[in-house]
């Protein structure tokens, strides 16, 4: 039963620490996706690779997040300095991009709380 | 503007009893819309899709949605509820500006009370 795997599942951090996430899409696919989701704002894309090429990053604030898919295996979401405001849900999520394929496979998230 | 609109927060339907959450949406063009479901923390999971053919699609755990092109709606339905069908349901059509992202509802909590 292929899955969307991320680490870790929870990080507690102090204001100002950096953060990284780290996530394994489901292998052959060619689409990663990373979310963050809160109760105010719902789901919010950050960022969108295909092909492990970075397509949209619109959604993410640049100043302190980046994101990075140093190769297929692997997706990182990083935050340097982590502030409050950051505390949320982080969804990675994979899919195969093909007409009529386009359903997004969830990991399990990462729940981030900065104090 | 795209959008999706779930209009009802919550759902509370018996257990055994027929279950609908409903789903419209905007777009320009053929819609294509999911349903997923999250379960307590848990990550979304797909349900079901339509991007075309019959108005009736069958997905997961029993779940179908019927697609209505003249109403803009797309609601999830199912026959008997289980009270383990209790969680957040969402639905999405995909952007057909971007034509990768999901423009996503704001999620309706199901509650099945036994």
């Known amino acids: 039963d292929a899955r969307v795997t991320q680490t870790p599942r929870h990080k507690v951090t102090e204001m100002g620490q950096e953060v990284t996430m780290r996530c394994q899409p489901i292998?052959?696919?060619?689409?990663v996706f990373w979310y963050r989701q809160t109760m105010m704002q719902g789901l919010e894309l950050l960022a969108y690779?295909?092909?492990?090429?970075?397509?949209?990053d619109s959604g993410m604030p640049k100043d302190r997040f980046s994101a990075e898919m140093p190769d297929a295996t692997l997706a990182t979401l990083k935050i340097q300095p982590s502030e409050p405001r950051d505390s949320a849900v982080y969804f990675c999520?994979?899919?195969?991009?093909?007409?009529?394929?386009?359903?997004?496979?969830f990991g399990p998230g990462t729940r981030l709380t900065v104090t | 503007a795209q959008s999706v609109a779930q209009p009802e927060d919550q759902v509370n339907v018996a257990e055994g009893n027929p279950l609908t959450v409903k789903c419209t949406y905007s777009?320009?063009?053929?819609?294509?819309l999911f349903w997923y479901v999250q379960y307590p923390n848990r990550g979304l999971q797909f349900l079901l899709k339509?991007?075309?053919?019959d108005n009736l699609v069958k997905g997961s755990y029993g779940f179908e949605a019927e697609f209505n092109k003249s109403q803009t709606s797309f609601h999830l339905k199912k026959p008997s509820a289980l009270v383990s069908d209790s969680a957040l349901y969402f639905c999405?059509?995909?952007?057909?500006?971007?034509?990768?992202?999901?423009?996503w509802g704001a999620g309706t909590k199901l509650i099945i009370k036994p």
């Open positions: 999520a994979s899919g195969f991009e093909a007409w009529g394929s386009y359903e997004q496979y």
């Open positions: 292998l052959g696919h060619n689409t």
């Open positions: 339509y991007i075309t053919g």
């Open positions: 690779f295909r092909n492990r090429a970075p397509l949209d």
């Open positions: 999405a059509v995909r952007d057909v500006d971007s034509n990768y992202q999901l423009i």
């Open positions: 777009v320009s063009g053929n819609p294509y």
